[in-house]
């Protein structure tokens, strides 16, 4: 607790600069990267995390000092210039844009190390450093570099808050966005161009390596827990900001822990945390979905059974005994004993020494499940032309997903029918 308090005092000014630039940096990062993840362009932020090494590196060689704004400066032409090879190669050749961006990838970045090979070979003394692009130094920050992320977090902000429609309509639907009329090259240019100052202004902090992290972890963490962009930006922005701050803490409770590396480890954890605990796109929660499904489904085959028997009969509510069902049905042993206990609970049957029979409320449910079935394949035949004896597999799986609206369609279009293609009677509730 002492480390936790001494830590966010920030007596220590450099703990401050560190932590100030990873924060904005991180948020920075997550915000553009939503719109990369979105328009499915995660492996290009990669490319170009590696492809402005070549700029920095010429940046430097011709300003002879390492002044941020002149570095960044030559990271965005190199950044632009990979961007622009990689769509160039993707539309005017065979070769298949995973492929480009590999090829761009590589012949940028071994590029930029040899350059920077021959940068500390040179003698020049004020060249120390510049290596730290590779793999990234965030403990090296300076009140010039938080200065700089706060400038770029600001363009960001600004940028995206003017074009935020415009920018959401070309991530999921660039076709329709060109048909109403919208500058769709120049968005994108702009977008690109986001994407590209982002991965300049990070790559000092966590290095080219790990920068592709930093811009799509927080996109993927965030996008398991909503379905509005609004939202997922927001919650990227916030990953990517904690993530700083964690990395920072982290690194800065055990000096020999590189900051970068940890900052991406916090993201990780985020993501994994997200994908298998997110409420609706989880792990767990699709576990727990299928699992419902599965119950859902094993129920009203069991219902729907027992009502075609009391159907046949001539009587609903009458006992049904397990043999009966299995030769009406087979079922599962497992999945039927399953059926029943989760019938008996929700008070659809109850159970005899000779079976089980449905009770009032059993009777209506049932009468509902054949009575979705039967209109569906009345639908099939009526509507989509099929014979009667083509239909039922279908209305066997369809059955279980017909929503009390589409039930209501399926009536109102089939003029309330009164027996299906079988000449089956249509149970109605009224």
């Not at 004020?126 to 938080?146: E, H, I, T």
């Not at 800065?252 to 993201?267: D, E, N």
């Not at 609903?316 to 059926?339: A, I, N």
């Not at 209506?364 to 009345?378: D, I, Q």
């Amino acid at each position: 607790m002492d480390t936790l308090f001494e830590f966010f005092s920030f007596n220590d000014p450099n703990v401050l600069i560190v932590t100030l630039g990873t924060f904005f940096l991180g948020a920075i990062s997550a915000t553009t990267g939503c719109f990369a993840f979105l328009r499915k362009r995660s492996l290009v932020g990669d490319a170009v995390a590696h492809a402005i090494l070549p700029g920095i590196a010429l940046a430097f060689m011709i300003g002879q000092e390492k002044n941020p704004i002149i570095l960044i400066i030559g990271a965005l032409i190199s950044g632009w210039i990979a961007l622009l090879s990689i769509d160039h190669i993707s539309k005017n050749s065979k070769i298949k844009s995973d492929t480009a961006i590999g090829l761009v990838l590589s012949v940028f970045f071994g590029f930029g190390i040899l350059l920077l090979t021959r940068i500390q070979h040179s003698g020049a003394g004020n060249q120390a450093g510049l290596d730290k692009f590779l793999f990234g130094k965030a403990a090296s920050m300076s009140v010039q570099d938080v200065q700089t992320f706060a400038i770029v977090g600001l363009i960001t902000l600004i940028i995206l808050s003017s074009f935020y429609k415009e920018f959401k309509l070309i991530s999921f639907n660039p076709d329709y966005a060109s048909s109403v009329g919208l500058p769709v090259r120049t968005l994108e240019f702009f977008l690109s161009s986001l994407t590209v100052l982002a991965i300049t202004t990070g790559i000092q902090s966590v290095g080219v390596v790990l920068m592709a992290a930093l811009l799509i972890t927080p996109a993927a963490a965030a996008r398991s827990w909503t379905h509005r962009l609004g939202s997922m930006i927001l919650l990227s922005a916030l990953f990517g900001a904690f993530a700083g701050l964690t990395g920072t803490y982290i690194s800065y409770t055990a000096p020999r822990m590189p900051t970068g590396p940890w900052v991406v480890m916090a993201l990780s954890f985020f993501a994994l945390f997200s994908l298998v605990f997110a409420p609706k796109r989880g792990v767990l929660s699709r576990i727990r979905q299928q699992r419902k499904n599965r119950e859902k489904i094993i129920t009203e085959n069991i219902l729907k059974a027992m009502y075609q028997i009391g159907e046949r009969h001539g009587a609903q509510g009458d006992v049904v005994t397990e043999e009966v069902l299995q030769e009406k049905r087979s079922f599962l042993k497992r999945e039927f004993s399953l059926g029943v206990r989760l019938l008996r609970k929700r008070l659809w049957i109850i159970e005899s020494p000779e079976g089980w029979k449905l009770t009032t409320s059993g009777v209506t449910e049932a009468s509902r499940v054949v009575r979705l079935h039967r209109l569906w394949e009345m639908y099939l035949n009526q509507k989509m032309n099929l014979q009667a004896d083509h239909i039922h597999p279908n209305a066997e799986t369809i059955e279980h997903i017909i929503t009390p609206e589409i039930e209501r369609e399926l009536i109102r279009e089939l003029d309330r029918p009164e027996r299906d293609p079988h000449d089956r009677e249509i149970p109605y509730t009224s």
